[in-house]
């Protein structure tokens, strides 16, 4: 798995990668606006010059927020999600972060159990947070 950050021309993979894997999801110009924002940062993998996983945060003075992270359906359960956090998290650290949040839809296990592995606890619920009225769990960690 060959890691890097995202460059321009990774939107367009991003994006089909982020319409397979959630029902609300960010499209390609809500990316590039975000990429092109001086406190983001976006890490991927890729495996033969395909992305296969992806991750985005922000980092505002010592706070860092992940705004974005998934791995496309044929490379899931295989670690790539773990290791976009994990690089997600040293990226934050290294710009200054020392608490680093997100939300997370209360019914997606797989990433709840990733995040608590990974070291984040739950703060509190936000009441039907997406626009299909699911509530979020926002999560914290000390980095």
């Known amino acids: 798995m060959n890691g890097r950050f995202w460059e321009i021309g990774d ?29 983001f940062f976006g890490v ?8 296969t996983a992806y991750g985005g945060a922000t980092v505002t003075v010592d706070e ?6 998934a791995t496309a359906e044929m490379y899931r359960r295989c670690g790539r999600g773990e290791k ?8 934050a650290k290294l710009r200054g972060a020392k608490k680093v949040y997100l939300e997370v839809r209360v019914s997606n296990t797989a990433a709840l159990r990733l995040y608590l592995k990974n070291g984040f606890s739950g703060l509190y619920a936000r009441s039907r947070y997406y626009p299909d009225g699911e509530d979020a769990l926002v999560m914290v960690r000390t980095l």
Do not use: C, T, Y
């Not at 991927?44 to 992305?51: I, K, P, Y």
């Not at 860092?64 to 992270?69: C, D």
């Not at 976009?84 to 990226?91: C, K, P, Y």
């Open 44 to 51: 991927l993998l890729e495996e033969d010059g395909a992305v």
């Open 11 to 39: 939107l367009d993979a991003i994006a089909r990668i982020e319409a397979e894997s959630f029902s609300d999801p960010w499209n390609r110009r809500m990316l590039a606006e975000e990429f092109l924002s001086d406190r």
């Open 84 to 91: 976009i956090l994990q690089d997600l998290l040293a990226e």
């Open 64 to 69: 860092a927020e992940i705004e974005l992270i």
